[in-house]
């Protein structure tokens, strides 16, 4: 991470060296009171060791600290302090326990507190930080009648019912080929590969014949976009160099087929996402999709802006917006230069042109999206610190004396920059020139740049006498024409530039004709998130360029189960690994075949509230990606469930090799009536170990090792885990005996 400019660098630092005392964490447990309302006690046991006070985050929950002496502050919804004498007066060594009542029950990992830290005189400052499981008693993940744990006997049952012996073919796997003749017989791999250029308008299209030649000849319009067809071709080699003879043609029924990933809410480093670019590729997708600015950052590096990366890429702890780095969200340790955490981190210029250059190299298309008007907290504060520090205040996002009061679906009253002023105007003017200085000296041309557009909060510029004024000389009767307004003014200019747009389907839906006929002729992606209704239907049949994107389907943030230790999301419903291959084109978008043809594109989807580490992000996409790129090879249904599930079992050995993480179901365990336990996998014996417990304890590596049904002596309970790979472990499936 480049190192914060000398004029910005005048922010509060912590006093991270040499980390002292400690806080954690566990749950007490669910209850539900009288109106049938969950609640569960947090306890936060602090040795704050001359700390007056704590911090964590965590997804705002109605609370309260159960001690009167203690004092519970929100910094910023998602940030939270407890100040306390308790603390103050402890001596060194000394234990503090710290109950908080949080008005409703803690059903999912994703959902307990993180970015712990201290406060020593106002400062924050690292320290030991541990959290318990949530799943030690069945009240901690139980809320009166709803229990979601996937217990053990359930688990077997539905491994019993998924595992297959069925693997792809030769030239197999996903994403599966339109046509493909074995014409008998195994002949000698070519030796080299020649591409030669064919006119067929369908995307990725090529044309090929295995019968031994030394030159394999390759007729395709889209040379770079064929690593997954090669990938095929070496997998299908013998050691002994040959393969079966084969003529094959294929091409993809999308001309978009995406990946998002969010590094805003929380980064991943260059080297991780060029690893995330590679998966994309072996798998047929060809546009990443790079959220890169919103609430609670701006992670690439923009020419004539350094206070974006320099403010904005930062998160820390303080109790001001008028500091020199963004409040901490989500997760860090307080210090807004710490570079262990992915609270903070940015592109260099150098990073962003190599990640272009890469993207380039293998078939994929970097659409960068920096959201606005609403999304927009980073750059507004970021601004904010350019005007305090050069007095620079012509690409201000807001402007004082504005009373307006609203939350954001996020719950921010701060983050929606104001479109009545000119300042916004110039910065967006000054991102896409910077934006697109950077693919110059990339070799690549940017084509679309995404401007988000989603999520702006009602009436929020009721409190602004510019909106207003603005408003009534543009004879403007609702806020939402100023949200048009904006958008289109920013298709206006990147028009101008000779790019298109992108945006989530708020800047195509809810308009007036006239805007949507001056809009969509700039418009190259609408992104549909909505998990229901006809929205997508309605977007394509005004003959915008539709991205099915749908929540319930697509966004890989999502838990997969109900099982309380699944990371991810709850609020569009379980994603598994399923979902994605059954998102086909009719399903998400009823219509007739000629509005059908508006559908241009798929895309999953990562936000990264509930991102720790490079092996989540991996976790999240793996094994869901092969489900996104069936249906982006493949607008309508092609193979079964039981086949996908093959494909995904022979995949994971290689995803081990790679040193990758990937998502894995619980192993089931059941008791037979000869009174003996058995385990077992949805991906048979031959792959992973199953290791157990018999004392209540989560099973480790270390734990012993199933490979025959067993006698549970004298234990009330068993737990298994399945382990594969350096990163691959299951959830723990609980068996009561």
Known sequence: MKKTSVLLALALTAASAGAAGSIDWQTLGNRTNDNGRGSHIQRFTVVPDGAEGFAFCMFKRPMSAVNPADTLLEILPGYFAVMSPRLAAAAPGDTVVVDIETRAPLLHASYRPDGMHLIADGRPVRCRTSRHSNTERPDQWRNGEKDGMIYGPEAFAVNDSLRTALRPGPYGGVPTLKKLTLTGGRVKAPQSIEYVADADQRPAYARLRLDGAPVLRIHTNEPRALRHLLRKIEEA??????????????????????????????????????????????????????????????????????????????????????????????????????????????????????????????????????????????????????????????????????????????????????????????????????????????????????????????????????AREFMERHGMKSQSELHAYFVGRLSRMAADRGLSIAGWQEVAVGHSEAYTDSVRPTVRAVNCWLHAGDTGRRIAEMGYPLILSNVNYLYFDQTPTTHPEEPGLTWGGLVDEFRPLHATRKLLCDADPETLKNVRGISCHLFAETVRSPQMVQRYFLPRLLGAAERAHHAEATISDEEYFGSITAEMPRWDSLGLDHLMRQPGLRLREDGLVEMNSAYGDGYGTIRYTLDGSDPTEESPAYTTPLKPAGASQIRARLFAGPHARSVVSILYL
């Open 237 to 466: 080699t013998a050691p002994d160099g040959t393969l079966p003879a084969a003529e094959i043609e294929d091409w993809a029924d999308y001309p978009y087929r995406g990946l998002m990933l969010d590094v805003a809410r929380n980064f991943t480093t260059a080297p991780e996402v060029k690893r995330m670019m590679r998966l994309m590729a072996d798998y047929g997708l060809n546009v990443l999709h790079f959220h890169l600015g919103d609430d609670e950052a701006w992670r690439m590096e923009t020419p004539g802006l350094p206070e974006l990366t320099a403010v904005g890429a930062r998160r820390g702890y303080t109790r001001s917006d008028d500091v020199d780095f963004l409040k901490q969200i989500y997760s860090g340790d307080g210090n807004p230069d710490a570079t262990d955490t992915p609270a903070n981190g940015f592109y260099t210029t150098d990073e962003f042109i190599d990640l272009i250059r890469t993207a380039d190299s293998l078939g994929i298309e970097i659409i960068p999206e920096f959201d606005a008007p609403g999304h927009t907290r980073a750059a507004i504060r970021a601004m904010e610190a350019r005007r305090r520090h050069t007095g620079d205040d012509s690409m201000r996002l807001i402007h004082d004396g504005d009373t307006s009061v609203y939350n954001s679906a996020q719950d921010y009253h701060d983050n929606v920059l104001n479109p009545a002023l000119e300042g916004p105007y110039r910065f967006w003017g000054a991102v896409m020139d910077g934006t697109a200085e950077l693919f110059r000296r990339a070799g690549v041309p940017l084509r679309t740049i995404h401007i988000g557009g989603d999520e702006v909060p009602r009436r929020c510029w009721d409190g602004s006498s510019v």
